[in-house]
């Protein structure tokens, strides 16, 4: 069976520290895997998406970046965080675009 | 662009009831419609998807429909329980789009 990790569950950092978030899939090969925030009173919001090693599309412009150096790995990265990039960021994977989307179980970020 | 809309935003239930949730898009050219379960920090859960040419699909104690040409679609459960209790998610595959595109959740309080 297939499984979604995403690492840390809960971090806390400094408005201009860097930060990097990490999705791992399991158990499936070559899934589309996606970057969601969601911020208080908001939807959903589509950050990154990715349909293979190395491509990586965005959404909306941002502070963010994000990459995917394996297969089944997607990291979400910034150099310098501000306040708004405070939210809960989750992790997603599909066997293909338009199929069920299987969710990780989030990271909580606070920006200070 | 795809706006996808859920009434109510709360609601609040004594148990045994049967409840409808709603959820509405402003593009009828969709790929599918899911509908996702979200518990309080946590990440999402699938729990029913519908093709564009399907009306219904069916899971347990849950029906949903859908209505491509009115751009409607609604999440019936019956026999509610407390376990019930969570933020229910409406999202689309818009047919132009690369992701889904979600509305900001229907919060469920099913009280014993």
């Known amino acids: 069976s297939q499984t979604i990790h995403q690492w840390p569950a809960t971090l806390v950092q400094p408005v201009g520290s860097p930060l990097s978030l990490e999705c791992t899939v399991e158990?499936?090969?070559?899934?589309?895997l996606y970057w969601y925030r969601q911020a208080a009173g908001r939807g959903l919001q589509l950050l990154f998406y990715s349909v293979g090693i190395g491509q990586i599309s965005s959404e909306v412009p941002q502070n963010l970046s994000a990459s995917r150096p394996q297969d089944r790995q997607f990291i979400l990265s910034s150099k310098k965080l501000l306040l708004s990039d405070s939210g809960f960021y989750l992790c997603a994977w599909s066997h293909a675009g338009t199929d069920t989307q299987y969710f990780g179980p989030g990271t909580r970020l606070t920006v200070l | 662009k795809q706006e996808v809309t859920q009434i109510p935003a709360a609601l609040s239930v004594p148990e045994g009831e049967n409840l409808v949730l709603n959820c509405s898009f402003t593009d009828s050219a969709i790929y599918n419609l899911q509908w996702f379960r979200q518990d309080p920090g946590k990440g999402l859960t699938s729990l029913l998807l519908?093709?564009?040419?399907?009306r219904e699909q069916t899971s347990g104690r849950l029906n949903a429909s859908l209505d491509k040409s009115s751009g409607r679609s609604t999440l019936y459960i019956a026999a509610s329980q407390p376990g019930d209790s969570a933020t229910y998610l409406c999202a689309v595959w818009a047919n132009s789009g690369y992701a889904l595109n979600f509305g900001k959740g229907t919060s469920l309080l099913v009280t014993p």
């Open positions: 519908i093709q564009s040419s399907q």
């Open positions: 158990g499936t090969s070559n899934p589309n």
